[in-house]
């Protein structure tokens, strides 16, 4: 396993532990992304998922779009979470190279761009229903490595709001929420 795909499914995992803890009856409550619910959040984040297994299955580049409906968020997570993993375990997947979403690459180094999605978006879902995200500092700070460098261009996609001003001596954990646009505090 490549150090890459670990702290991806790190990642996967710090979201999975939000999503198991949520309340059945928080799922509508209003997160810190503006017009959607934690339910919205999730359906997003499935959509990302979907996108990625379905490029790893097909070798064909889908973009991601948030999926319909999640009557059951957790099972709708279960099940997508299992399909992007189970993809990501196909033999030579990580040696694969392809036009992913963010240009020629291989999937290891693919999966090393998105491994701060599934954090940022486990934070948001706990934001909105009172449910902890425990964010590891290490692969935060992995994480805020990786993207402060792409931050324009992720700003101009969209894919993250205005920074957030965080202490220089904060932990690693707001850093990276803060540089996504999330307020820690």
Same mark, same amino acid.
């Given at each position: 396993?490549?150090?890459?795909?670990?702290?991806?499914?790190?990642?996967?995992?710090?979201?999975?532990?939000?999503?198991?803890?949520?309340?059945?009856?928080?799922?509508?409550?209003?997160?810190?992304?503006?017009?959607?619910?934690?339910?919205? *959040?999730?359906?997003?984040?499935?959509?990302?998922?979907?996108?990625?297994?379905?490029?790893?299955?097909?070798?064909?580049? *889908?973009?991601?779009?948030?999926?319909?409906?999640?009557?059951?968020?957790?099972?709708?997570?279960?099940?997508?979470?299992?399909?992007?993993?189970?993809?990501?375990?196909?033999?030579?997947?990580?040696?694969?190279?392809?036009?992913?979403?963010?240009?020629?690459?291989? *999937?290891?180094?693919?999966?090393?761009?998105?491994?701060?999605?599934?954090?940022?978006?486990?934070?948001?879902?706990?934001?909105?229903?009172?449910?902890?995200?425990?964010?590891?500092?290490?692969?935060?700070?992995?994480?805020?490595?990786?993207?402060?460098?792409?931050?324009?261009?992720?700003?101009?996609?969209?894919?993250?709001?205005?920074?957030?001003?965080?202490?220089?001596?904060?932990?690693?954990?707001?850093?990276?929420?803060?540089?996504?646009?999330?307020?820690?505090?």
């Amino acid at each position: 396993m490549s150090v890459n795909l670990r702290n991806f499914t790190q990642s996967v995992y710090v979201f999975d532990a939000v999503v198991r803890r949520v309340a059945p009856q928080d799922w509508d409550n209003q997160s810190p992304c503006e017009g959607w619910s934690a339910r919205d *959040v999730l359906r997003h984040h499935c959509g990302v998922l979907t996108a990625m297994t379905a490029t790893l299955n097909s070798g064909e580049t *889908v973009p991601p779009e948030s999926v319909d409906a999640a009557p059951d968020p957790v099972a709708l997570w279960n099940s997508t979470r299992n399909a992007a993993l189970e993809a990501l375990d196909q033999p030579g997947i990580l040696e694969r190279e392809g036009k992913f979403w963010f240009g020629p690459m291989t *999937v290891d180094e693919w999966i090393r761009i998105v491994q701060w999605d599934p954090m940022t978006h486990a934070w948001d879902i706990g934001k909105a229903t009172g449910v902890e995200a425990h964010i590891p500092d290490d692969l935060a700070a992995n994480s805020h490595e990786l993207i402060e460098p792409m931050r324009e261009t992720l700003s101009k996609w969209g894919l993250v709001a205005d920074e957030v001003q965080t202490a220089d001596d904060a932990p690693a954990s707001e850093r990276f929420l803060g540089l996504t646009g999330r307020d820690p505090s």
